[in-house]
Nanobody, 115 residues
Framework: QVQVVESGGGLVQAGGSLRLSCAASGNTIKIIVLNWYRQSPGKQRELVAGNTTGGYLYYTNSVKGRFTVSGDNDRYMLYLQMTNLKPEDTAVYYC?????????WGQGTQVTVSS
């Protein structure tokens, strides 16, 4: 089993910054990549940033130039540095640990950006 925990969400004004953290534990040797997703009310969960199974970084177009992912070499931690936040970034942000079998999801952390 793999456990995933997100932290760092909160309320910020537009233009502000937040840094989200994702910590994976358990059978971490099974983890291939960690990725950040987000979900707003009434919308499907979308991939925001992270690694593909091909080994290169991905950012959704709406966050390019504003968000940056980084992590440790063991792939047990993944950070999302969010700058120049916009109200449309408001969502619950989830971290997913990808194994050969399935994705393991964290509980999510709320990010709210005020106008």
């Amino acid at each position: 089993q793999v456990q995933v925990v997100e932290s760092g969400g909160g309320l910020v004004q537009a233009g502000g910054s937040l840094r989200l953290s994702c910590a994976a534990s358990g059978n971490t040797i099974k983890i291939i990549v960690l990725n950040w997703y987000r979900q707003s009310p009434g919308k499907q969960r979308e991939l925001v940033a992270g690694n593909t199974t091909g080994g290169y970084l991905y950012y959704t177009n709406s966050v390019k130039g504003r968000f940056t992912v980084s992590g440790d070499n063991d792939r047990y931690m993944l950070y999302l540095q969010m700058t120049n936040l916009k109200p449309e970034d408001t969502a619950v942000y989830y971290c997913a640990a990808v194994t050969r079998e399935r994705k393991y999801w964290g509980q999510g952390t709320q990010v709210t950006v005020s106008s």
